[in-house]
């Protein structure tokens, strides 16, 4: 069956505040990032950050289509995306992805949400948060017995190889396929059995969605990286 995929981007185009340019200038060097929505927007602010004398990086990780362009799967691979700048723009209304950066180069970044024109700056607080976050999922995988395995059936995200590798590595442990096209959280709550939820799909889901589920969902990644 053939996939036909269409790019969802935001109608209007925007540029920074100036009080957040000014912000921005004592940086040299500054890697400007953003989801598939706002890609349209990034030549105007690329504009805007050169004529304050700030050299902009517009890079394509891995998986990404456009330079600019980032994915949850790029900043969770096992090469992450580590690259020489003083810091890190990233352009959308999320806080994944800036905070997953800030884990993985240790540079100042920043995050600016269109919507309502702010810049947050990502502080250790939120990375600890996250990595917490992951610790305790972690753990409890290990001390759980029935685990659901979130499985997406959209191109791209469909890892069915990587839910058969876990469970051939955990051969005590009670492993259930969820299959999905759009993820329902609601419906998770039909498994009362269930003890926690290993995601394969998105990343995001494991980290910007978690509280959705009164059960811990953990990114795959996290567990197939404990076994390498």
């Known amino acids: 069956m053939k996939s036909l995929f269409l790019e969802a981007r935001h109608k209007k185009t925007f540029t920074l505040p100036k009080a957040i340019v000014e912000k921005l200038s004592k940086y040299k060097t500054i890697a400007l990032f953003t989801s598939v929505q706002?890609?349209?927007?990034?030549?105007?602010?690329?504009?805007?950050?050169?004529?304050?004398?700030i050299k902009v990086q517009l890079l394509r990780p891995t998986h990404c289509q456009y330079k600019g362009q980032l994915l949850g799967c790029s900043i969770l691979s096992d090469e992450g995306i580590k690259i020489n700048t003083d810091a890190f723009l990233y352009i959308g209304d999320g806080l994944f992805h800036?905070?997953?950066l800030k884990i993985n180069n240790k540079k100042q970044v920043f995050a600016f949400n269109p919507f309502i024109?702010?810049?947050t700056e990502i502080t250790e607080k939120e990375t600890k948060k996250m990595q917490q976050m992951q610790k305790a999922?972690?753990?409890k995988f290990h001390t759980s017995k029935e685990i659901g395995l979130l499985i997406s059936t959209k191109?791209?995200?469909?890892?069915?190889?990587?839910?058969?590798?876990?469970?051939?590595?955990?051969?005590?442990?009670?492993f259930y396929?969820?299959?999905?096209?759009t993820l329902d959280f609601t419906q998770l709550e039909n498994f009362p059995f269930i003890d926690c939820y290993v995601n394969t799909a998105c990343p995001r889901i494991s980290y910007d969605?978690?509280?959705?589920?009164?059960?811990?969902i953990i990114d795959i990644s996290l567990i197939l990286t404990t076994f390498k």
């Not at 706002?38 to 004398?53: A, G, N, T, V, Y």
């Not at 995200?157 to 442990?173: D, G, I, T, W």
């Not at 396929?177 to 096209?181: A, K, P, V, Y």
Request: aromatic share 10%; net charge positive.
């Open 137 to 139: 999922g972690l753990t």
């Open 117 to 119: 024109k702010k810049l």
């Open 209 to 216: 969605d978690y509280e959705k589920s009164e059960k811990k």
């Open 38 to 53: 706002f890609l349209d927007s990034l030549p105007k602010i690329k504009k805007q950050l050169e004529e304050h004398k």
């Open 177 to 181: 396929f969820m299959l999905f096209d």
């Open 98 to 100: 800036p905070i997953a």
């Open 155 to 174: 191109p791209g995200q469909y890892n069915l190889k990587a839910a058969k590798q876990l469970e051939k590595k955990y051969p005590k442990k009670k």
